[in-house]
């Protein structure tokens, strides 16, 4: 590795600030940087870049030898003391110029100096020219202009803010028909074709007395195929189920129950009776892999509530997972979650030293909650009161994978329900800020090559970023419900909801020219229910790009289309409903509320638009009055089928349809109608 050296100070404009001009033989003013073994880096350190950096260009010169060239900046970029990578650009082939936007909230300490890394990877002989660089402000995007209206009593969430009122190009998809298509094709046993059919039954009968049955992860995944008992993931199966269910796809009464057949993944033969990732498993691996399964599987138990053994499973694991919480507990009583896993079978937590997944109390949390909302046991309750505590005592942002926005939602309604007081507003925005302990991990902000591509889960500095579609369609699930629990987020998980609606198309083959897609060779599935198991910022110079990680990094499926993610389409079909007008939607906050009291309908309705808009809402058969939460009032009396409402701009409603003619009354923070509660305060 070189140090070009010094502490070079670049100012930024339109004219190059900064060069790699090292000394070569030759004497000429550029870097010439020729592969030996699989990397080369060259590096400038206590590099002092502009507070206001946004973009930095690039010039190539030449790229020989089958090269492909990274841009990587290192240091303090987000805690103090600790030095992370940002990879800017990665496996780019191109030459000329090349501008990399950079997201705001990658460096949030602008006075850490940093290491500029320049590299090439290849075969032996490989090569790559950079003949100049520059760092420059970020542009302003022309459709997010400077606001101007606030919504009285609104909290805002800091990454949101980052989004445009009005993405675009903007394509509604209808999200409850992809859902659809999608049980249908990936549950059709007769399917041909390239890789298909893409289910099959498992008559391993490892858990259970009836079989299980098997999707793979990825189409064309060899690994978790028909002939591989027991590989399938729970993950991929449950999900979709789930999302079938709800759709209103009832996937007990079909040609097989596969809601039934969903025991298959509670490890009872083992002896851990918990409900994992596969038949076949133990602790000890990855707190998320752990809980997740366990949170689908409750979801399920949740909307079939005439199966007595998944309501049976449901109270076996919630007390298994109450003991570790009591296995984990400090002096102070509270479990601390700040490890990789915890074995069931030595009762102990387990480090890898690799990296930690304290979010789990987050998810066990809303685990024990949902039991204590079910069975009304105490232990379940004062379980979650712990996961709780744990949440409350961390310094920074605990998002690993999946979890936290469930123990954010759990939050919110011990508040509104129990009168806690947890730090909702820390929570809600760690889960759309960047992760402490998952170095870029959050929810994207940007323009990607043209498209709006703001408001999905993943990476923020891998390549620019890396959104995936089972992690954004899961925090919409989990996330909308909480409207209707803490009406301050209204507005805020509105926009976000407009924007990640809107993004999410992107996962899917045919949104994005072929060139964009890295599977677009596999024409199995003409009708693109199948998404992308990620979309990337840039790959290969292209940008966005869909794509994933078996392809990129050749480790067995054939394609980067994900059943994994793609299952759970469904949270976003169940809660996504259009209006008359194309970019306010209505919300359904009860569709992945599980484990919730009586409640009436309740929508969510955001106008994106600087002026006050109609729309019609879509009401239902019975005639109701709308109560609106945030502004606490009734704003349509006895109406029917439709009813026109109106927003001012830039602002929500969580409007409930209440049986017409209710009697509303006030009980300290709760608002009922015909006792029903209506609103929390």
């Known amino acids: 590795m070189d140090d070009t050296g010094g502490d070079q100070r670049t100012a930024c404009g339109s004219a190059p600030s900064i060069r790699m001009e090292p000394s070569l033989p030759s004497g000429k003013p550029m870097r010439r940087f020729r592969r030996l073994l699989s990397v080369f880096i060259a590096a400038a350190s206590r590099l002092a ?17 089958e090269a492909t060239w990274f841009v990587r900046l290192y240091g303090e970029l987000r805690q103090p003391g600790e030095r992370r990578t940002a990879a800017i650009a990665q496996d780019e082939p191109g030459v000329g110029e090349h501008v990399f936007d950079l997201d705001p909230r ?35 995007r022309p459709n997010r202009q400077p606001r101007t209206v606030f919504q009285p ?9 980052l989004m445009p009122n009005l993405p675009e190009p903007f394509e509604l998809v209808d999200w409850r028909e992809k859902a659809r298509a999608y049980d249908r094709f990936v549950f059709d046993f007769n399917a041909k074709g390239e890789f298909l059919p893409l289910v099959w039954l498992d ?13 793979p992860s990825y189409v064309g995944d060899p690994a978790r195929s028909a002939g591989h008992a027991g590989a399938q993931e729970g993950i991929t199966c449950m999900g979709a189920v789930l999302g079938a269910t709800l759709v209103g796809i009832d996937k007990s009464r079909q040609e097989h129950d596969y809601v039934r057949l969903c025991e298959a993944w509670f490890n009872s033969k083992n002896g851990l009776n918990l409900v994992l990732n596969l038949q076949r498993q133990e602790t000890g691996g990855s707190f998320w892999y752990e809980i997740w399964p366990h949170i689908v599987f409750y979801a399920l138990a949740d909307r079939y509530p005439d199966n007595p053994r998944l309501t049976e499973i449901t109270r076996l694991t919630a007390d298994r997972w109450r003991q570790a919480c009591l296995d984990l507990a400090d002096a102070g009583g509270a479990p601390d979650f700040n490890h990789t896993s915890f074995n069931f079978r030595t009762r102990k937590p387990v480090d890898n030293g690799k990296w930690k997944e304290p979010d789990a109390a987050a998810g066990v949390a809303w685990l024990e909650y949902a039991a204590w909302m079910k069975f009304r046991d105490p232990n379940h309750l004062a379980a979650a009161e712990g996961c709780m505590k744990f949440l409350q005592g961390l310094p920074s942002n605990p998002y690993y994978e999946v979890l936290l926005p469930y123990g954010t939602l759990a939050a919110a309604r011990m508040n509104a329900e129990l009168g806690r007081d947890y730090d909702t507003d820390r929570f809600v925005n ?6 402490d302990c998952r170095g870029g991990w959050g929810v994207t902000v940007g323009n990607w090559g043209g498209y709006d591509c703001d408001g999905l889960l993943g990476s923020i500095d891998n390549r620019g970023g890396y959104a995936f579609a089972m992690n954004t369609f899961a925090q919409a699930g989990s996330l909308v419900p909480l409207a209707r629990y803490d009406t301050r987020y209204a507005r805020a998980l509105g926009k976000w909801m407009l924007n990640l609606v809107n993004a999410a ?8 020219p072929p060139d964009h897609q890295t599977s677009q060779f596999w024409k199995g599935d003409p009708q693109h229910v199948i998404a992308y198991e990620g979309l990337r910022r840039q790959w290969r110079g292209k940008s966005p790009c869909a794509t994933g990680d078996p392809v990129a990094m050749n480790w067995g499926p054939k394609t980067d289309l994900g059943l994994y993610g793609s299952g759970y389409v469904g949270l976003l079909g169940a809660i996504v409903r259009p209006t008359s007008v194309p970019r306010i939607l209505q919300l359904d906050c009860l569709a992945t509320d599980f484990f919730r009291d009586k409640a009436y309908p309740t929508f969510l309705c955001y ?16 005639s109701a009055d709308l109560y609106d939460a945030v502004t606490r009032q009734f704003v349509k009396r006895d109406v029917r089928a439709k009813a026109t409402l109106t927003l001012p701009a830039d602002s929500a409603a969580v409007i409930v349809v209440a049986p017409a003619g209710g009697k509303l009354t006030r009980e300290g923070r709760r608002t009922l109608i015909d006792g029903v509660v209506a609103e929390w305060r």
């Open 153 to 161: 009593g609104q909290k805002d969430i800091a990454a949101v803010e």
């Open 505 to 512: 198309r992107l996962f899917y083959p045919g949104a994005l």
């Open 607 to 622: 106008n994106p638009y600087p002026e006050a808009r109609s729309f019609e809402f879509a009401v239902g058969p019975k």
């Open 430 to 435: 760690w889960c759309f800020g960047v992760s």
């Open 203 to 215: 008559e391993s009968r490892i858990n259970a007395g009836q079989p299980a049955f098997g999707m």
């Open 106 to 140: 990658m460096r949030q300490l602008p006075d850490a100096p940093l290491q500029l890394q320049l590299g090439v990877e290849g075969p032996p002989g490989a090569f790559a020219v950079f003949e100049d660089l520059a760092f420059g402000p970020a542009v302003p």
């Open 49 to 65: 870049v502009p507070k206001d950096v946004g973009r930095i260009w690039v010039r190539v010169a030449e790229v020989g030898g």
